[in-house]
């Protein structure tokens, strides 16, 4: 695997991701999905490291994935839950990421509610001139890049199998529909599928969708289009993601009713007409089933990769965890 051209010590965004770095996540995810179809699904990569989800905010698939990733591994894991850890008794979260630490975490996978967070630990760990790598599982609105990388790497390798890669997605057209404004799954796929020749619309009622996305269009000309009804989204989409409306990031009363979000934003098959014949339809999860997805399209696996998204997520967590771990060995 391709670890020796990796120099990348932290993943905290997309931001700067360059097309290599892309392909080379995307060709190590594809060998250790083939290592998880063995009957032992488990390499030694990472023996004897250690590596700590320092998760502040929930998680079900995110966190699993996680552990099941640096399990297969070979990795030593450490879970850390905010609600029955010492913050409660006011440990701050600097103080609980240097503790880890001297307990010889060599990787911390960390979520927060706030965005930063990733990026603060990052920086103190660099300043303590300590080889320990900080992967971002999501920051607040920020960003998501396991989740935005994951996602690429199902789209690429239903294009391709075997050898899944950015290129593949040239002049494909993808739709994201739903709560753009609160998703740092968004903003991180907004960078990742940006990154090579294809349309990525995006579709939300405009509380959802500020202003401020369609100016980020045009910075990314003939790219990126934003539209506030779904129909003109979704004409010959190949693909369409489709998010939760994040109600626990809203700060007001953003729509008039759930009836009403799923009835003009809510993806079901007769909206699906609109689309490619073989269109796909991707969710990161958790799904509220009936509001942006209708719970039979969800289940209809003619058209749902929901459930690949999560098996996907396992291999890209393992290539992540292997290219930043696999420099500290030596
Ligand atoms: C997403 C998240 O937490 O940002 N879920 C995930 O990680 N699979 C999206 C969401 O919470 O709606």
């Given at each position: 695997?391709?670890?020796?051209?990796?120099?990348?010590?932290?993943?905290?965004?997309?931001?700067?991701?360059?097309?290599?770095?892309?392909n080379?996540?995307?060709?190590?995810?594809?060998?250790?999905?083939?290592?998880?179809?063995?009957?032992?699904?488990?390499?030694?990569?990472?023996?004897?490291?250690?590596?700590?989800?320092?998760?502040?905010?929930?998680?079900?698939?995110?966190?699993?994935?996680?552990?099941?990733?640096?399990?297969?591994?070979?990795?030593?894991?450490?879970?850390?839950?905010?609600?029955?850890s010492?913050?409660?008794?006011?440990?701050?979260?600097?103080?609980?990421?240097?503790?880890?630490l001297?307990?010889?975490?060599?990787?911390?996978?960390?979520?927060?509610?706030?965005?930063?967070?990733?990026?603060?630990?990052?920086?103190e760990?660099?300043?303590?001139?300590?080889?320990?790598?900080?992967?971002?599982?999501?920051d607040?609105?920020?960003?998501h890049?396991?989740?935005?990388?994951?996602?690429?790497?199902?789209?690429?390798?239903?294009?391709?199998?075997?050898?899944?890669?950015?290129?593949?997605?040239?002049?494909?057209?993808?739709?994201?529909?739903?709560?753009?404004?609160?998703?740092?799954?968004?903003?991180?796929?907004?960078?990742?599928?940006?990154?090579?020749?294809?349309?990525?619309?995006?579709?939300a009622?405009?509380?959802?969708?500020?202003k401020?996305?369609?100016?980020?269009?045009?910075?990314?000309?003939g790219?990126?289009?934003?539209?506030?009804?779904?129909?003109?989204?979704?004409?010959?989409?190949?693909?369409?993601?489709?998010?939760?409306?994040?109600?626990?990031?809203?700060t007001?009363?953003?729509?008039?009713?759930?009836?009403?979000?799923?009835?003009?934003?809510?993806?079901?098959?007769?909206?699906?007409?609109?689309?490619?014949?073989?269109?796909?339809?991707?969710?990161?999860g958790?799904?509220?089933?009936?509001?942006?997805?209708?719970?039979d399209?969800?289940d209809?696996?003619?058209?749902?990769?929901?459930?690949?998204?999560?098996?996907?997520?396992?291999?890209?967590?393992?290539?992540?965890?292997?290219?930043?771990?696999?420099?500290?060995?030596?």
């Amino acid at each position: 695997m391709p670890a020796s051209t990796w120099s990348r010590q932290h993943i905290l965004s997309l931001a700067d991701f360059t097309t290599t770095e892309y392909n080379t996540v995307l060709q190590t995810a594809a060998s250790f999905r083939e290592v998880l179809s063995r009957r032992t699904k488990k390499v030694p990569s990472l023996q004897g490291q250690v590596v700590a989800n320092l998760f502040f905010e929930p998680s079900t698939r995110t966190r699993s994935s996680f552990e099941i990733a640096a399990k297969r591994l070979s990795a030593d894991t450490l879970n850390f839950a905010s609600s029955t850890s010492s913050m409660t008794k006011g440990e701050t979260i600097l103080d609980t990421a240097k503790t880890y630490l001297a307990m010889g975490t060599d990787i911390m996978v960390i979520r927060h509610q706030q965005a930063g967070v990733p990026q603060a630990i990052a920086q103190e760990m660099d300043r303590l001139e300590v080889k320990v790598s900080v992967l971002n599982a999501g920051d607040g609105q920020h960003e998501h890049p396991s989740q935005g990388l994951l996602d690429l790497f199902t789209i690429c390798s239903l294009l391709d199998p075997n050898n899944p890669r950015l290129d593949l997605l040239k002049g494909k057209k993808i739709a994201i529909v739903g709560d753009i404004l609160h998703s740092r799954v968004a903003r991180s796929n907004i960078w990742s599928l940006t990154a090579t020749d294809l349309e990525l619309h995006l579709a939300a009622p405009p509380t959802l969708l500020p202003k401020l996305f369609a100016e980020c269009g045009q910075d990314r000309p003939g790219k990126l289009f934003v539209h506030w009804n779904l129909e003109s989204a979704l004409e010959d989409a190949d693909f369409v993601m489709t998010l939760r409306l994040q109600k626990e990031r809203m700060t007001a009363h953003l729509l008039p009713s759930l009836r009403e979000y799923h009835h003009y934003f809510g993806i079901t098959r007769s909206k699906l007409e609109l689309c490619k014949s073989n269109v796909k339809v991707l969710h990161p999860g958790p799904v509220n089933r009936g509001v942006e997805i209708s719970s039979d399209l969800m289940d209809d696996l003619e058209f749902s990769l929901i459930q690949n998204q999560v098996t996907s997520g396992v291999a890209v967590r393992m290539a992540l965890l292997y290219l930043i771990g696999s420099g500290k060995t030596s």
